[in-house]
T-cell receptor, first 115, second 115 residues
Framework: DAKTTQPPSMDCAEGRAANLPCNHS???????VYWYRQIHSQGPQYIIH???NNETNEMASLIITEDRKSSTLILPHATLRDTAVYYC????????????????FGTGTRLQVTL | DVKVTQSSRYLVKRTGEKVFLECVQD?????MFWYRQDPGLGLRLIYF???????EKGDIPEGYSVSREKKERFSLILESASTNQTSMYLC??????????????FGPGTRLTVL
């Protein structure tokens, strides 16, 4: 899986949009961009994923650049409950259920939402 | 919503004890995974299963075994617990979608301490 680079930490005021960047310059054509987050002492929570097009769901939006070398996760109205470590991951689209399916988390971005 | 539950949030055991960690998912998912998460080491795959009674070793299977007798339940067994198995244990499940990659959903985690 391609390596990702994220800033170690970010702050965001409550109610404002949180924009979390991720660089994945070595991404290949069949790799998806995934975002998870982990609130302290809890299991990781799936947020969103995409291949080429921008994606939106009830939690967030994912903007992927045209060359696919970077992406941004947007939490449109951050709340205190969004304080967590956010992980950007790129994964093969192969649905082979071998070890290629494992998730590999990097160090992520620690987002602190403040009043 | 996908729900993955784990039998305990916190567990304290003594060296040499046999330890069972249970994971149950309610979405009829084919794949189930056991990871451990340690500071500075990220997420590491212990074992996974892509069908009932099927199992595959992950990256760090030594000292662990698994059991999947029913589709919804995946058990991790520490045959003889040791202090270096003190960790956060995370269970995940997924359903591979043809033409896409599989999204893994995690349980809340079990923090195991071996004394």
């Amino acid at each position: 899986d391609a390596k990702t680079t994220q800033p170690p930490s970010m702050d965001c005021a409550e109610g404002r949009a949180a924009n979390l960047p991720c660089n994945h310059s070595t991404i290949s054509g069949n790799e998806y961009v995934y975002w998870y987050r982990q609130i302290h002492s809890q299991g990781p929570q799936y947020i969103i994923h995409g291949l080429k097009n921008n994606e939106t769901n009830e939690m967030a939006s994912l903007i992927i650049t045209e060359d696919r070398k970077s992406s941004t996760l947007i939490l449109p109205h951050a709340t205190l409950r969004d304080t967590a470590v956010y992980y950007c991951i790129v994964r093969l689209s192969d649905i082979n259920t071998g070890t290629a399916s494992k998730l590999t988390f990097g160090t992520g971005t620690r987002l602190q939402v403040t009043l | 919503d996908v729900k993955v539950t784990q039998s305990s949030r916190y567990l304290v055991k003594r060296t040499g004890e046999k330890v069972f960690l249970e994971c149950v998912q309610d979405m009829d998912h084919e794949n189930m995974f056991w990871y451990r998460q340690d500071p500075g080491l990220g997420l590491r795959l212990i074992y996974f299963s892509y069908d009932v009674k099927m199992k595959e070793k992950g990256d760090i299977p030594e000292g662990y075994s698994v059991s999947r007798e029913k589709k919804e339940r995946f058990s991790l067994i520490l045959e003889s617990a040791s202090t270096n198995q003190t960790s956060m244990y995370l269970c995940a499940s997924s359903f591979p979608t043809p033409g896409s990659t599989d999204t893994q959903y995690f349980g809340p985690g079990t923090r195991l301490t071996v004394l």
